[in-house]
């Protein structure tokens, strides 16, 4: 890694001596920022001004919460250059010592040579004002704007997932079926969208209005390559929402405008997010919304209405197996009837696909249940997994079914975003179209409820949740405020990355890496004596709704067991080796032969799906903890190699992995003594040259 060994103190204007000393240094993570913020441009001393406190807040604010000191490579500035870290704007008079620490480097920007930052010190404070939260790095922005689901935790900087905000690739990746950090790519596609984004604010200032409209076309180029990738009409059929358990909530306020109670019959609850049920049920699902607001978990959001119901269905048998389709939509039906009869609206949720490759209940079923009940019935595709081609979900959108899609699970953009697809009647209902015959369909059986406060627009709560630019511009809408949400638009922009990525990958060939990876995978997993697979390894071709493999872990003493149904893991120890997994574990390989390579296999962290509850007999408890291995979009996107030779360094890794996991289970007692916690970056990416020569920065 490049430091500044060597550099004169003096040439920098003391911004070294301003600063703790680090590696890589912040000066040269400043003239990174700097270059890339200038882009070869000659500017005047007032943007000069704003660029280089942009440029020093990113650095300043490069460690994204929770990493460890000894994990950054650039730790918080010391003296005039600390209060850049700070969460408030700093006063005037900070600000401006800042900008005097600063100026001298710009010396060493080509572009800025001659330039005098100093004289646009006098608007420096009021933009600043505007746009402080807009500053910090990309990884610290990445991490913002949604629930606590986001926070790194103290030590590692990863969150409940097992995930941050900067790409590890030394990690051996499987669980786009949970979440992936981000790649090289979708980092550098973040970073790009966030450099453009402060350039185009530090040019608009003092125009308040153009700087609206710089936020607001951010929001809408994202929807736009959505509205394109996916086949829905146009960017104000799309919403734009923190995670895809906010895509739900979204979808109940739009089912509600209706008039009617509702009742959300949700097949595989338990196989769909964790606080779905809640948030489809218009409750709060976490203790702080995607604005920062702390929110009292499980209470209704002000303006749903009480009255929602959510009826889960069973998508498996007693015993683990998944259920018969017909069975499955037999039971949506009984539901449905009984809601209809109490002049309820249903929103039927279809999986596409749930945690565990499930899809239920099949479409030509739900179809004639909307023939049945013409009016009657909402259709949400939760197609969160993503595990269908991007034309499937226009055909879902054709046939009136709205679809929660996000860019986190299978694309592996960063988690979390996620975005609700309208049809058109959907979008019709935001307008207000057809009013006239919603109040008719409503009748006299719903008098009483609308006297009880049922929402006749959206919920006044749902804006802690959203912004009124993420939502299609509608009169309905106008009671969320306006505002950005910068965490979100550049998670979907790294998202966008690898959709595009994907997609330049011609079908055919996109087809045949899943089919080679796939079965790899399979056989592999087939041929460990620590697991079961948890579906048939024989077939020759894979569709993308089976990308997701799904397998028990026998337990610990199962190898020494001499009976015909070994124990397997139930959800808490598959919990542990889940968290295990992603551990250095070097450190409990005694020495013997073949001690050191094992030490660097076992050192490696390896990441797989979080653990489902399945029901299982063999599981203490009867509920065991199935583990995912899922194919994502850069399994099969093609790179420099063919798909042969790419296929198998992933099949070799997943090697790796089940060799890891086997190793946990032969030392169980001695790993639990200590209960190692998922190891950080090892390489912080700031400097790090990428394949193409170039660096990458905060």
């Known amino acids: ?141 990445l991490a913002s704007g949604g629930d606590e689901r986001l926070d790194g935790q103290a030590g590692n900087g990863l969150n409940r997932y097992g995930v941050g905000s900067l790409p590890r690739p030394e990690v051996l990746a499987f669980a786009s079926s949970t979440a992936s950090d981000p790649s090289a790519r979708g980092f550098a596609s973040a970073r790009a969208a966030r450099l453009a984004l402060v350039r185009a604010l530090a040019h608009d200032w003092p125009d308040k209005e153009a700087m609206a409209a710089t936020v607001s076309a951010a929001t809408l180029e994202v929807k736009a390559f959505l509205a394109d990738f996916f086949g829905a009409d146009s960017p104000d059929h799309v919403i734009l929402a923190a995670s895809g358990t906010d895509c739900a909530m979204a979808a109940t306020a739009m089912c509600a405008l209706r008039g009617s109670p509702v009742t959300i019959v949700l097949p595989g609850a338990e196989e769909t997010g964790s606080g779905v049920p809640q948030a489809a049920c218009g409750r709060h699902f976490a203790i702080r919304s995607a604005h920062g607001m702390t929110v009292e978990k499980d209470a209704v959001v002000e303006g749903f209405s009480a009255q929602t119901a959510c009826v889960p269905v069973a998508v498996r048998e007693a015993d683990g197996t998944p259920r018969q389709s017909r069975d499955v939509l037999a039971d949506c039906t009984a539901q449905i009837e009984q809601a209809i009869r109490l002049g309820r609206r249903v929103l039927l949720y279809v999986l596409d696909v749930s945690k565990t490759g499930l899809v239920m209940p099949d479409a030509a079923g739900v179809e004639a249940l909307c023939q049945r009940f013409p009016g009657q019935i909402d259709v949400l595709v939760d197609g969160c997994q993503a595990r269908f081609l991007p034309e499937e979900a226009g055909a879902f959108l054709r046939r009136g079914w709205a679809v929660m899609v996000t860019g986190s699970k299978f694309y592996a953009g960063p988690p979390f975003c996620g975005a609700l697809l309208l049809p058109q009647h959907w979008r019709q209902r935001l307008s207000g179209e057809n009013e006239g015959a919603r109040v008719a369909e409503a009748a006299a059986a719903r008098a009483d409820d609308m006297a009880e406060g049922l929402p006749a627009a959206l919920p006044t709560g749902l804006g802690d949740y959203a912004w009124r630019a993420e939502w299609p511009a509608a009169p309905v809408a106008a009671c969320l405020p306006e505002g950005f949400n910068a965490g979100l638009f550049l998670r979907w922009r790294g998202a966008c990355a690898e959709m595009a990525a994907f997609t330049a ?156 996991l086997v190793f946990v289970l032969d030392h169980w007692e001695s790993i639990a003594a200590r209960d190692p916690v998922p190891c950080a970056a090892s390489v912080f990416p700031l400097l790090r040259l990428s394949g193409g020569g170039r660096t990458t920065g905060p």
């Open 505 to 660: 990958t011609p079908v055919q060939e996109r087809q045949h890496r899943l089919d080679l990876f796939l079965s790899g995978v399979a056989e592999v997993l087939t041929a460990c004596p620590m697991v079961r697979l948890l579906a048939s390894a024989q077939r020759e071709h894979w569709t993308w709704e089976e990308s997701i493999l799904t397998f028990l872990v026998l337990a610990p003493s199962a190898r020494e067991a001499d009976h015909v149904r070994p124990a397997v893991l139930d959800m808490d120890r598959s919990r542990r080796l889940h968290r295990w997994l992603q551990a250095d574990l070097s450190a409990y390989v005694p020495d013997g032969p073949g001690a050191i390579a094992l030490r660097a296999l076992v050192a490696v962290p390896c990441h797989v799906g979080q653990p489902v509850a399945l029901p299982c007999e063999q599981a203490q408890g009867g509920i065991a903890g199935a583990l995912r291995i899922a194919a994502s979009a850069r399994h099969v996107t093609a790179e420099e190699a063919d798909a042969a030779t790419e296929t198998a360094v992933h099949i070799q890794a997943v090697v790796q992995v089940l060799r890891k």
């Open 1 to 141: 890694m490049p430091d500044n060994a060597g550099s004169n103190v003096s040439d920098v204007g003391g911004v070294e001596s301003a600063c703790h000393a680090s590696f890589p240094s912040f000066h040269a993570l400043l003239l990174q920022e700097l270059e890339a913020l200038f882009a070869g441009a000659v500017v005047s001393p007032a943007i000069a001004a704003r660029y280089l406190i942009a440029a020093a807040r990113a650095v300043a604010c490069t460690t994204p919460p929770g990493l460890a000191v000894a994990h950054r490579a650039a730790v918080l500035p010391t003296g005039p250059l600390a209060c850049l870290a700070e969460v408030s704007v700093p006063p005037p008079g900070a600000l401006d010592a800042c900008l005097m620490a600063l100026a001298p480097v710009l010396e060493q920007v080509p572009a800025s040579r001659g330039v005098n930052a100093l004289e646009g010190a006098e608007t420096l404070h009021p933009w600043a004002c505007a746009v402080w939260d807009l500053l910090p790095s990309t990884a610290r922005i």
